[in-house]
């Protein structure tokens, strides 16, 4: 049934107040699937629908919903309805609300959760906002290296319900010291008077409270785990990032690349959500900054103006050689930021990169540079114009892969994000040098 069709059936029934229809009907629903559906409704029906979910979807519904609505739901809830969600919550999110939620909205949220949540929120929040400390949860199953397979079961059995994954158990030390991990499949696979100590997988991946959160995403998609462990300096286990949660970190550190790209100041809130003025803000800065560089292409133009009259066929031909370099530049500096974004490509492949690029370079410049100096054979039948514009592209597309994949390098060995070094900024360099290559050249073949 399509989502349409679903929130019309659920507008009807609350038209009708058939309440235990819709508590039913709702129970099918994947948590996910209703956040798309209250999104789409008024806010004023969403109270109602939201008291008749289950509690724990009710918890993972409002975990996923966005802090607005949040802060809604939980103005008008009772001290118990607060109570009762956040019990249901798992740590990491409670966290992620609070942080969102006013000062005011935060005090009546921690009046209402149990000391142990308080506790384990604030150690949370203490950490900087973009590290490992700051996504992690706090609600793993730890086993101790002593323990026999059977015991280990029988202490899953106790504390599953607290846990946000079972899938992978950490196993401390009685100091709290990460010794290595266990799947589940390994403890139901193993015998039960097997000690823990000898079925574990001696791990060495791990990351600190402090490590940065893309880091700590990346690593997990190195390594392709389910659950990261955290440790603190000593190397005491105090929390884990899940998978779903690295997923988040990529998904934002993708947009911030994407709006950098676009010479776009990153911003937090959604497209909608933002105003306009804020839209304008982060868009005008950079504006400003490309259109007072391009400025430069316009004076190199004027200084030859004179020049180029007695041959004008030769501007005709300058938004093609400022395209074919932009182009090229552009292109390389893409494949360079996302090698680097992976770690497919780092610092010490530098000259690797630039001797890469010199070869695709020469390549692209020599079919490029074949094929325009056919076309205007054809069109012009002039020999000099095309071997002027043939060694200009040759020139301009050479030079502009080595910007676009030096500048993005260099970003990243000045400690700055590659992404600001991408298609407008490369262009509007490409651009001036571009123009300087086809100049030359022209004004040496014609006499100029």
Same mark, same amino acid.
């Given at each position: 049934?399509?989502?349409?069709?679903?929130?019309?059936?659920?507008? /009807?029934?609350?038209?009708?107040?058939k309440? @235990?229809?819709?508590?039913?009907?709702?129970?099918?629903?994947?948590?996910?699937?209703?956040?798309?559906?209250f $999104?789409?409704?008024?806010?004023?029906?969403?109270?109602v629908?939201?008291?008749?979910?289950? %509690?724990?979807?009710?918890?993972?519904?409002?975990?996923?919903?966005?802090?607005?609505?949040?802060e809604?739901?939980i103005?008008g809830?009772s001290?118990?309805?607060?109570?009762?969600?956040?019990?249901?919550?798992?740590?990491?999110?409670?966290?992620?609300?609070?942080?969102? *939620?006013?000062?005011?909205?935060?005090?009546?949220?921690l009046?209402n959760?149990?000391a142990?949540?308080?506790?384990m929120? !604030?150690?949370?929040l203490?950490?900087?906002?973009?590290?490992?400390?700051s996504?992690? !949860?706090?609600?793993?199953?730890?086993?101790?290296?002593?323990?026999?397979?059977?015991?280990?079961? %029988?202490?899953?059995?106790?504390?599953?319900?607290?846990?946000?994954?079972?899938? =992978?158990?950490?196993?401390?030390?009685?100091?709290?010291?990460? *010794?290595?991990?266990?799947?589940?499949?390994?403890?139901?696979?193993? !015998?039960?008077?097997?000690?823990?100590?000898?079925?574990?997988?001696?791990?060495?991946i791990?990351?600190?409270?402090?490590?940065?959160?893309?880091?700590?995403?990346?690593?997990?998609?190195?390594?392709?785990?389910?659950?990261?462990p955290?440790?603190?300096?000593?190397?005491?286990?105090? @929390? *884990?990032?899940?998978?779903?949660?690295?997923?988040?970190?990529?998904?934002d550190e993708?947009?911030?690349?994407?709006? %950098? +790209?676009?010479?776009?100041?990153?911003?937090?809130?959604?497209?909608?959500?933002?105003?306009?003025?804020?839209?304008a803000?982060n868009?005008?800065? #950079?504006?400003?900054?490309?259109?007072?560089?391009?400025?430069?292409?316009?004076?190199?133009?004027?200084?030859?103006?004179?020049?180029?009259?007695s041959?004008?066929?030769?501007?005709?031909?300058i938004? +093609?050689? *400022?395209?074919t @370099?932009? $182009?090229?530049?552009?292109?390389?500096?893409t494949?360079?930021?996302?090698?680097?974004?992976?770690?497919?490509?780092?610092?010490?492949?530098?000259?690797?990169?630039? #001797?890469?690029?010199?070869?695709?370079?020469?390549?692209?410049?020599?079919?490029?540079?074949?094929? !325009?100096?056919?076309?205007i054979? =054809?069109?012009?039948?002039?020999?000099?114009?095309?071997?002027?514009?043939s060694?200009?592209?040759?020139?301009?597309?050479i030079?502009?892969?080595?910007? @676009?994949?030096?500048?993005?390098?260099? /970003?990243?060995?000045? %400690?700055?994000?590659?992404?600001?070094?991408?298609s407008?900024?490369?262009?509007?360099?490409?651009?001036?040098?571009?123009? +300087?290559?086809?100049?030359?050249?022209?004004t040496?073949?014609?006499?100029?």
């Amino acid at each position: 049934m399509g989502e349409a069709t679903v929130k019309e059936k659920i507008k /009807a029934m609350l038209v009708l107040k058939k309440y @235990g229809d819709l508590r039913e009907y709702l129970s099918h629903i994947n948590g996910a699937d209703i956040v798309l559906i209250f $999104n789409e409704l008024p806010e004023e029906n969403i109270p109602v629908l939201f008291r008749l979910l289950q %509690k724990d979807t009710a918890a993972q519904v409002f975990a996923m919903m966005d802090s607005d609505r949040q802060e809604m739901l939980i103005r008008g809830f009772s001290d118990n309805e607060i109570h009762e969600v956040f019990d249901e919550l798992y740590v990491d999110d409670a966290a992620d609300i609070v942080e969102e *939620m006013p000062a005011n909205v935060v005090k009546r949220i921690l009046k209402n959760t149990d000391a142990q949540t308080r506790r384990m929120i !604030n150690e949370i929040l203490k950490y900087p906002e973009d590290s490992a400390g700051s996504l992690m !949860n706090t609600e793993y199953i730890s086993l101790r290296p002593d323990m026999t397979v059977v015991e280990a079961k %029988k202490r899953i059995r106790r504390v599953i319900a607290d846990a946000e994954t079972v899938y =992978i158990c950490f196993v401390t030390d009685s100091e709290r010291r990460l *010794m290595g991990l266990i799947s589940i499949k390994t403890l139901l696979l193993a !015998n039960d008077d097997e000690i823990i100590q000898d079925i574990i997988d001696d791990t060495d991946i791990y990351v600190y409270t402090t490590t940065d959160k893309e880091d700590v995403a990346k690593a997990m998609n190195k390594y392709d785990l389910v659950a990261m462990p955290v440790v603190d300096a000593e190397m005491r286990l105090v @929390g *884990m990032v899940m998978f779903d949660d690295a997923i988040d970190v990529m998904q934002d550190e993708t947009t911030e690349d994407i709006e %950098k +790209m676009a010479a776009i100041a990153p911003h937090e809130e959604s497209y909608f959500k933002t105003s306009d003025i804020k839209h304008a803000k982060n868009r005008i800065v #950079w504006l400003l900054i490309l259109m007072l560089s391009s400025s430069i292409t316009g004076i190199i133009i004027s200084n030859y103006e004179a020049a180029f009259a007695s041959h004008a066929i030769l501007v005709s031909f300058i938004p +093609m050689i *400022m395209g074919t @370099g932009g $182009n090229c530049g552009s292109q390389s500096a893409t494949l360079i930021i996302r090698g680097m974004s992976v770690d497919d490509i780092k610092l010490k492949d530098f000259l690797r990169v630039v #001797w890469t690029e010199f070869r695709v370079s020469v390549i692209i410049s020599a079919a490029l540079a074949a094929f !325009n100096a056919v076309r205007i054979m =054809i069109q012009y039948g002039d020999a000099v114009l095309a071997a002027v514009i043939s060694l200009s592209i040759v020139g301009t597309v050479i030079l502009s892969q080595f910007i @676009g994949c030096m500048l993005p390098m260099a /970003a990243k060995r000045l %400690k700055l994000d590659p992404a600001v070094m991408a298609s407008p900024l490369i262009t509007t360099i490409v651009d001036v040098a571009s123009l +300087m290559i086809y100049f030359s050249i022209a004004t040496k073949f014609f006499n100029i």
